[in-house]
C-alpha cells in the first residue's frame, strides 16, 4: 500500500457517459497529479493541483476536469467519455508544490473501459 | 523538460547485478535525475532520485557520472520481483513528471 488510494479500481461505462475517479493523496500530501496510461500514449501528464488549487496542466481534454477539496482529496470528471479514453488513470502526490527533491507516490490506478 | 535515453530493453539473471544506463547530455545545474520503475498492472513506483552524489537506498544504488550527462540505476541482486519497466526522468523546476518509454528489464530465473 502505497498511501496514496484510489477508487474505483476497474470501471466500465458507454460513450458519451459521464465518471469521477477519486484520489487520496498520502497523508501530509499536498500536492495532487494526475496522469494516463494508454498503450500507444504511455504516461501522460494531465493535471496537477496544490492545496486546492490548480498549478500545473499537460495533455487534459477539454471533456476532462479535475478539483482538489479542503481535505485534499482530488477528483477527475472525464465526459462525454469515447472509446479512445479508455485506459489507466493514475494519481500521485508529493508533500510539496516542488517535488523535484522529493519522490513521487503514485497509486494503484483506476482502470477505465469505454464501450 | 531535458530528455533522457535509455535502451528499450535489458535482461538479467536473477540474483546477478543489473546496470541500467540512462543518458541525459541536456540535462541542466538545476535538474534532479529521477527513477521509477512500473510492474505491470500497477502504477509507479519511486526508486531513488539524486542531483550531483552518487546515491544509496534500500532499493537500488544510483551512479552518476562527474558531468552528470549520464547516470545508472544498479540493482544490485536482481529478483524475478524487479521485472518491471524502468523509468529514467530529469526533474526540473516545473512541476511535473515526464515519462518517456523506459526500459523494459527481463530478470531470468
Known amino acids: ?57 499537460g495533455n487534459i481534454l477539454e471533456r476532462f476536469s479535475a478539483q482538489q477539496f479542503p481535505d485534499l482529496h482530488s477528483e477527475l470528471n472525464l465526459s462525454s467519455l469515447e472509446l479512445g479514453d479508455s485506459a489507466l488513470y493514475f494519481c500521485a502526490s508529493t508533500p510539496f508544490l516542488e517535488g523535484w527533491g522529493y519522490g513521487y507516490t503514485f497509486g494503484s490506478g483506476t482502470r477505465l473501459t469505454v464501450v | 523538460d531535458a530528455k533522457t535515453t535509455q535502451p ?57 557520472a562527474e558531468d552528470r550527462k549520464s547516470s545508472t540505476l544498479i540493482l544490485h541482486r536482481a529478483t524475478l520481483r524487479d521485472a518491471a519497466v524502468y523509468y529514467c526522468i530529469l526533474k526540473g523546476s516545473n512541476y511535473k513528471l515526464t515519462f518517456g518509454k523506459g526500459t523494459l528489464l527481463t530478470v531470468n530465473p
Open chain 2, 8 to 64: 528499450n530493453s535489458m535482461e538479467s539473471n536473477e540474483e546477478e547485478p543489473v546496470h541500467l544506463p540512462c543518458n541525459h547530455s541536456t540535462i541542466s545545474g538545476t535538474d534532479y535525475i529521477h527513477w521509477y520503475r512500473q510492474l505491470p498492472s500497477q502504477g509507479p513506483e519511486y526508486v531513488i532520485h539524486g542531483l550531483t552524489s552518487n546515491v544509496n537506498n534500500r532499493m537500488a544504488s544510483l551512479a552518476i
Open chain 1, 1 to 57: 500500500d502505497s498511501g496514496v488510494t484510489q477508487t474505483p479500481k476497474h470501471l466500465i461505462t458507454a460513450t458519451g457517459q459521464r465518471v469521477t475517479l477519486r484520489c487520496s493523496p498520502r497523508s501530509g500530501d499536498l500536492s495532487v497529479y494526475w496522469y494516463q496510461q494508454s498503450l500507444d500514449q504511455g504516461l501522460q501528464f494531465l493535471i496537477q493541483y496544490y492545496n486546492g488549487e490548480e498549478r500545473a496542466k
